[in-house]
C-alpha cells in the first residue's frame, strides 16, 4: 500500500501572491528549458572520463551529500550507520538499503530545507518516484531508483544531454595531472567538461601535507620546486595546463579574504625555511596565504583565468570528526571575514586592469549589502557571486537579491553557479535558482519598479548570459 | 464616555495574503490551545512559594518590565516617574495611579513594538480591558485591572491553571538554597516549577561581588570555597540540589562565548590568588569564565543539566543609570560575538558525547544563518535557540525562522522560549510565537515547499513537543 | 519613431497584495504632498546665494552622481568617456550629448536599482520626459531636459517652491566662512537653506590638508589655532557663526565610531607635535578623532548643534581613481564598525543630558537591530537616524522599518534624510521614502499590529513631525 503520493507542483517556490505568481509563471515559462551553464561545481573528471555507472540509492543520494547526512547526524544518527568511511578502515553500515531506509525514517528532519526540495525533485523528475519517503516506502523507492541508476543511458556523459548542461566545470587540484580531462578530451567533450584550477593545497605554507603537494607540483609541471621562483614557475606552468585542457578559473577558498602581498625576498625565504623543515606561525602562514592571492591575480591578468574566491569557512570544526571520518563531513561552519579590507590590497592593483576579471563569493550574508555589492558595483573587474553552500536555498536566494541588486544591479552578478558535488542535484538546483529569480522579479514587475519584457530580458541574463559572461572561454 | 474600543483581531499577526492566511488560520487553531511549556523565565520562585497576590497595575506591568520602561525613558520619561527605585533610597513616583497615566498617555510610542502587541492582549484577554490606553481612558483601565488583580483568582499558582502552563521554569543563582522551591514542592508543584541554574556571579572572577558570592556558595554548599578544588566540588553539589529540585538546566550570560579551557593548575592559582584580594586583569577574568564555560560542559556531561549560552550584551552601557537605578535598567547593548570560534573547545570535546545538550541563542541575528544554523544543523548536541529579548517579535521571529530553518531545519530548534520576568505577558508571547509560526508555514504550504499535514505536524511540535525535547527531565 | 512610453504608475512601490496596498494607498494619498524637510544634504550652498541655472542634462544628471557614474564605470566604461574630470587636468569627454548617450545605452545597468527609480521619476516629473532611455531616444530626451534645465523657472531657489521643500541644508566645512549662507539670508531665505556644520577635516589630525585646514580655521575665526587651546576655541566661535546663519546640526563621518576622550593635556600634546611637523601614527590620529567627537558632544550640550555621526565607510578604497579623479568616485566601501562600544563613552557621559541630542546613522544594516535600535530605544539624546547611502531604496528602506522599528519604535527615529547631491531628484527620493513607509504601515494595519488611523498619523510623523523634532530650530 502506497504512502502519500509525491508529486511536484508547477508553481512550487513561485510567490503566494496570485497576482504576483502569475508574473512569475509567464517569467519563469521563458527561462524553465534555458540550457544549464555550470561552471563551478565538484563532480569528479574521472567519472565523465570514465563515464562511470554510478552506484546504488544510498551510495549515490546519502553517502557523498554532507547536507544530507550532517541532518541525521544533527539528530543523533552516528556517521557509521550512515555507511560513510572511516580513514582507519574500521567496518561501517555496508547494507545500501540500511542506510537508505534510516534516511526515509526520517524524511521529517528535512523539511523546510533546500536538501528536501531538491531531491524532491529528483526522486519526481530524476528516478520516476512518486510517493513521499517513508519508512513504509523505503524499500519501493530504493528498488525504483536502482533500477533507474543500472539503466545504461543513466551515465555522466548521457546526463549532460539529458540534463540540458551546456557546460560543466570540474575542481581539480593543482597538482593535477589532467588526464581525466585529456581522455573527456578524446572523446569530443574537451569543450564541455573543462577543470579548474585550485591550488589551496600548495598555497597553504605549512599545512599537514605541503610539502608533499609542492613536491607533487614539481613533478606534475617537470620544474623544480626547491625554491620560490621554481614554486611560481610550476604554477604558471600548471596554469597554462589548465588553460590548454579548457579551464576558466581558478578557485580559491581560504580562512581569511587577506590579498596583502609580501615582499618577494620575505617570501622566497619564508618559502625556503619552511620547504627546510620549519613551521611558519600561524601568522606567517596566513601572510603567505594572502601573498599568494595577490599573486594569483598577477597571474590572472596574464593567462586569464577567472579568479573565485570565496573565504570565511572554519573548516573542521571538530576534530574527532575529522580524524575518524576525514574532512568535508558537514563541520565547516562560517565565520565572520573583513572582506572589504582583506581584498584591497589585490583590487588596488588589479581591480580595474581590463585583464583582470574575479569572482566574489561569501557565505556571510552580511557582507552582501555591506562590502560585496558595493565593490562589485563599481569594481569593472569584480562579479558578485551568486549565494551558495548554505544558502543557495529559497529564501537565502531572496535574500541575496534583495540584499545585493538595489547596489550592484543584475549586470555585476555571477548568474548562477550551482556548487555541488551531488550530479543528479543539478537540474533541481538550477531551476529552483530560475523559480526564485523569476519571483523576485516578477514582484519588482507588481510593484511598478520594473516593466515585465525587461524582467523577462534579465531572467534569460541571469540564467544563462551572466553566467557565461562571467567565465570566459580563454583562447588556446 | 470611553476612547477607541481595543479588541483583538482574530487573524492579527498571521500573514495578509488572503489565501496563505487562510492556511496559517487551520495550523493556528491546531495549536492555540496547546499547554504552554516555559523552561526559561524570569518570574521569582517566590512568587509561586507563596502565591503571592500582585500588586496595583503599574507595580504589575510598568515598573518592573524595562521594555515598557526603557521607551518612556528614551523620550524623556524620567526613571523616577516612573517609579523605578533608586539604589540610595531617595523619594520617586509612589502614585500607581499617576505612573499608569503617564504609561497610557504615551500609548503612541509603542506601535510597531511588540509590548504593544501583548499589553494588547494581557489587556483584552487577561484583564477584560476594551478600551485603547489614552490619557482619557487612563482611570478607567486602573480600577478594571486593580479589580481584576485583587481576585483571590489572580494568583501565581491559579495563573498556571488559566494559562495552562504545564511546566514552567524560574532562574536561580548557584547561591539559591532553594528553599522557595522546596516550599513549591510541599504544595505539590514541584516537577511544575522547577529551578534553573544560574552560576555567572560566582564565573564572574574579580567581579564586584564575587568573593562574596564564593563565600555564599560554601556556606550554601556546606563545601569550604577557600580554594579551587572545593569551588568545583560546591558547584557539583549545588547542580545536584539544583536536579533533586527539579532543574533541567543551567544558564550563562557572559560577554564572551569564549570556551577554552585553561590548565587546572593555571586556573586554580588563578582562583587562588583572586580570592586573596588581587583583582585580575580583563583578560584573565574572561579566561576564567571561558574556562568555566568548559567546565560546565563537562558537569553536564555528568548529571544531565542542559546548558544555555546566550553571550554577546554589553550590560549597563550607562554608568549613571547602573549607580542610580541599578542593572537591568535597559541599558543592555548587544555586540558581536565570535560565536563559532568561542564554542569550537567546547564542542570540540562535548558536542558530540551523548550525555551533553546545549542551547544556544543570540541577540545578534547574524550568526544565525552564518554560525548557529550550521553548528545546530551538524551536532547532536546542540539546539538553536528560540529568538529572544529584542527578538521575540513579529518580524525578528519570522527573520529567525527564514534565517535558521533552511541550515538548521525545526528539529534542531528549541521551539518556542519565553524568557520574560512579566508572569501576565506569558500566555500573549507564546501565541504571538504561534502565530508566527503558524504563518511561516502557512507560507512554506503556499509555495507548495511543504505539505499542509507536515505543517501542522511541524507547528505542534515547536509549540510542545520540540520544547519538552529541549529540556528533558533529569531522574533524581 | 518614439521608445517604449516611459509613465509613472500611480501604485509604484507600493506592496503588491491587493487588500494592502489599498490601505496603503490611502495612507500615501494623506502625506504625499506634505512638505519636503531636507536637514542633510549636500547641495552646494552657492547653488542658493547665486540661484545659479542648472547645467546641460549629463552635467547635471550624470557626471557629479557617483551612484550613475559607478554603474557605468563597473561595466568598463571609463571615467574619461563620462566626462569625469581628471586631477591632472588631462582631457576627457567634453560632448554632454555623448555622456548623455552612452547611459541611455547602458539604461538596462540600472533595472532594480534606485537610481533607475528616481531618474524615472525626474525624467517624468520634472522633465516631462515620457519615453524610456535607450540609444535611439537619447538625443530626443537631451533635449526636452534641455529645453526645461534653460527655463528660467528651472533655478535653485524656484525649485525649492515647486518641489515643496520647506527647509534644507547644505553641508559645510568648519572653515567655511557662511558667505553664500550671509547672501542667502539677504534673499530672504535664511530660515530654509541652512548650513550644517562638517569639521572632518580639522579632526582627521595629520591628513594631508589637515595642517592647512587649521589655519584656515584661525583664519576664518579669527583666534589663533596655533595651539589646542585656540584650536577649541575657533571649533566654538565656527559653530556660533553656523547657529547664527541657521545651522541646526553637525556632521561628523569618521572610519570608526570610536568616541574615547584623551587627557587634555595628551590631546594638547599631540596637536602641537603634528602641527610641528610630525606625522602621528594611525593609533593617535584614530584617537585624536575620537576625542574630538566625545568633545563635539560637550560642545554640542552648550550651544545646541544636533550631532550626526556616521562612521565606518573605508574611503578610496582604490588609489588610482583618487590620485587620477579625486575623492567620492565610487571607490567608498562600507565596513564593519563597533558602534555600541564606539559611543559608549560619549553617551555615558552626555547621553542623557537633556542638552545633548544626536542622531546616528549607519551602512552598516546588521547594527539596526544589534545596537542602533537598542541604543536609540533607550537613550533620550539619540535618534536613529534613516537608511541612506547604499540604503534609502526600496528594499533597504524596508528592511530598515523592519529591522528598527520592533525595538525602537517609530518615534526614536530620526524620520527622512535624502542626503543627496543630485537636487533634482529630491522630491523622488522623499516620495519613495513616502510609499515604502506607506506600504510597511499598510503590512501592519493588514496584519491587526496597528490600527489604520494610527499608522496614518504614523506616516505624518515620519514624513515631517519626526524629520522637525529631530533637528529643532536653535534660538539665535
Known amino acids: 500500500m502506497p504512502t502519500s503520493p509525491l508529486t511536484l507542483h508547477p508553481d512550487r517556490a513561485l510567490p503566494a501572491d496570485p497576482a504576483v505568481r502569475e508574473i512569475a509563471r509567464r517569467i519563469y515559462t521563458q527561462i524553465a528549458d534555458l540550457p544549464l551553464i555550470s561552471m563551478h561545481g565538484h563532480v569528479e573528471a574521472q567519472a565523465f572520463a570514465e563515464n562511470t555507472p554510478f552506484a546504488d540509492p544510498a551510495q549515490l543520494l546519502i553517502v557523498p551529500d554532507h547536507y544530507v547526512t550532517r541532518m541525521l547526524a544533527s539528530q543523533g544518527i552516528s556517521y557509521d550507520a550512515l555507511g560513510i568511511p572511516r580513514t582507519d578502515g574500521a567496518p561501517v553500515e555496508a547494507d545500501s538499503r540500511a542506510i537508505w531506509r534510516t534516511f526515509c525514517e526520517n524524511w521529517k528532519l528535512y523539511r523546510g530545507t533546500p536538501s528536501r526540495y531538491w531531491i524532491e525533485h529528483e526522486l519526481v523528475e530524476v528516478f520516476d518516484v512518486h510517493e513521499v519517503p517513508s519508512a513504509e516506502s523505503a524499500d519501493r523507492i530504493y528498488d525504483q531508483i536502482d533500477a533507474v541508476v543500472s539503466s545504461p543511458d543513466f551515465r555522466p556523459q548521457q546526463l549532460l544531454d539529458r540534463f540540458g548542461i551546456e557546460i560543466i566545470s570540474t575542481t581539480d587540484p593543482a597538482t593535477s595531472d589532467l588526464a581525466h580531462h585529456a ?70 577558498g581560504h580562512l581569511r579574504a587577506d590579498t596583502t602581498p609580501m615582499d618577494a625576498a620575505d617570501a622566497s625565504a619564508l618559502y625556503a625555511r619552511v620547504l627546510a623543515g620549519h613551521a611558519p606561525s600561524a601568522e606567517e602562514a596566513f601572510a603567505f596565504e594572502a601573498h599568494m592571492l595577490f599573486t594569483t591575480a598577477e597571474m590572472s591578468c596574464e593567462d586569464g583565468l577567472v579568479m573565485q574566491l570565496h573565504p570565511g569557512v572554519l573548516r573542521d570544526h571538530h576534530s574527532g570528526v575529522l580524524q575518524s571520518y576525514g574532512k568535508d563531513k558537514g563541520y565547516d561552519i ?95 538546483r538550477h531551476d529552483l535558482s530560475r523559480r526564485i529569480d523569476a519571483g523576485y522579479l516578477a514582484n519588482l514587475v507588481a510593484e511598478h519598479r520594473l516593466q515585465e519584457d525587461e524582467a523577462t530580458e534579465v531572467a534569460i541574463d541571469l540564467s544563462s548570459t551572466l553566467p557565461r559572461a562571467a567565465y570566459p572561454p580563454i583562447a588556446h
Do not use: K
Open 183 to 252: 581522455r573527456i578530451a578524446e572523446q569530443g567533450l574537451g569543450e564541455r567538461v573543462v577543470p579548474t584550477f585550485r591550488p589551496d593545497a600548495v598555497y597553504q605554507i605549512g599545512g599537514p601535507s605541503w610539502a608533499q603537494e609542492v613536491v607533487a607540483l614539481g613533478e606534475v609541471s617537470g620544474i623544480d620546486t626547491g625554491d620560490y621562483t621554481g614554486f611560481l614557475e610550476a604554477l604558471r606552468e600548471r596554469r597554462r595546463a589548465f588553460v590548454a585542457a579548457g579551464a576558466r578559473a581558478s578557485d580559491h
Open 334 to 428: 562560517p565565520v565572520p571575514v573583513d572582506y572589504a579590507r582583506g581584498v584591497q590590497p589585490m583590487l588596488d592593483r588589479f581591480g580595474r586592469d581590463p585583464r583582470f576579471r574575479c569572482i566574489l563569493f561569501t557565505i556571510d550574508e552580511t557582507v552582501y549589502s555591506r562590502e560585496l555589492a558595493p565593490i562589485a558595483g563599481t569594481y569593472p573587474s569584480v562579479r558578485l557571486g551568486a549565494p551558495w553552500w548554505f544558502l543557495d536555498s529559497p529564501d537565502g536566494m531572496r535574500r541575496f537579491r534583495e540584499l545585493a541588486t538595489e547596489t550592484a544591479g543584475f549586470y555585476n552578478t555571477s548568474g548562477f553557479v550551482d556548487d555541488t558535488r551531488a550530479f543528479a542535484s543539478i537540474p533541481a
